[in-house]
């Protein structure tokens, strides 16, 4: 394991200070400053040198997939650069505004009614990490909570005929991260709603085993099964894994994820994808334009390999 953590320091910032905080404890210091190196060097500093003059990237607010502001905004999320990276929240301010409305008036809240949930979970993750407008992010918060479907998950198509009767793990993921993001920047007025509605999702979520058919225990669809990063709008198992270490182990929420038996399975495919190495590959990227790759398809991802190891940490750690 040592020889595995010191490949990961070898990387890039984005890795590192993910490392020193969620796999070697580090002081909140240390972490901190190799995470202020994310603006400076490496993959957050790349993207960042790609923005336009307008404060766009790839010159649209939602396409061209996978280099459109919105996008790049998600990635510079995962990458954790400081929150108050003016650049990024330049970006975070067009994209809300071009998508959603500037302020909350009539015309924001009939976009919102009207926009899919998967990308009203996208905006509400973009606009809590950067701090984007408080009244905005709880109208955001509101109407995700409101939509939640019965069965605990979120569907793109529940105005579309015909009419879904189960949630979409896609669009599930992509609104519990922008929850998350809105749980664990604290003072929100629907702090504790929330925490409810994410509690009943989790839950729906374990009835599946994170990637099964609850009815038959059948995979619902092979791509869940292939590590993939970034992830884009699409779900797979080892970002459902990664949220639940998320949640589990979150510095601020006062919240847990269950560490539950019904895990196990996904436990059990986590463990199957390791190379003989002890790292963890990229094993499928989603087709679409990039402005670079971070890593390549097949060999060791110290993206995916520190991502593992944080559910393992989780995992293993209330054992």
């Not at 407008?133 to 918060?141: G, P």
């Not at 949220?243 to 986590?270: C, E, H, K, T, V």
């Not at 190379?275 to 993206?303: A, C, I, L, N, Y």
Request: charged fraction near 25%.
């Amino acid at each position: 394991m040592d020889e595995i953590i010191a490949w990961l320091m070898e990387g890039d910032a984005a890795i590192r200070w993910q490392t020193l905080r969620d796999l070697l404890d580090a002081p909140k210091q240390d972490w901190k400053a190799e995470r202020q190196r994310t603006l400076e060097e490496g993959w957050g500093a790349q993207f960042l040198a790609r923005q336009d003059a307008d404060g766009r990237w790839g010159g649209g607010i939602y396409s061209p997939k996978w280099i459109s502001t919105t996008y790049t905004l998600l990635t510079l999320c995962s990458i954790g650069i400081p929150p108050d990276c003016a650049p990024a929240r330049r970006g975070a301010e067009l994209v809300v505004g071009a998508i959603l409305g500037e302020t909350c008036n009539a015309a924001f809240y009939k976009n919102l009614a009207a926009c899919d949930r998967c990308v009203v979970g996208k905006m509400l993750r973009i606009g809590a990490y950067f701090g984007i407008d408080a009244e905005r992010i709880e109208a955001k918060a509101g109407n995700l909570l409101n939509e939640m479907m019965p069965d605990g998950g979120w569907n793109c198509r529940r105005a579309r005929r015909p009419k879904p009767e189960h949630s979409s793990f896609h669009t599930t993921f992509n609104v519990l991260e922008g929850l998350r993001e809105y749980i664990e920047a604290g003072g929100g007025k629907q702090h504790t709603a929330a925490l409810a509605a994410e509690q009943s999702t989790l839950e729906m979520m374990l009835q599946h085993r994170l990637f099964k058919s609850h009815h038959t225990e059948e995979v619902i669809d092979p791509k869940f099964t292939l590590l993939s990063f970034p992830p884009q709008w699409h779900y797979d198992v080892l970002r459902g894994l990664v949220y639940f270490a998320r949640a589990g182990m979150s510095r601020s929420s006062g919240a847990s994820a269950p560490r539950d038996s019904r895990l196990q399975d996904a436990m059990d495919l986590l463990h199957a994808r390791r190379r003989k190495d002890g790292t963890w590959p990229v094993q499928h990227k989603h087709p679409g334009k990039v402005f670079f790759d971070m890593e390549k398809t097949g060999g060791p991802s110290r993206w995916n390999t520190l991502r593992a190891l944080q559910v393992l940490h989780w995992w293993e750690g209330q054992a």
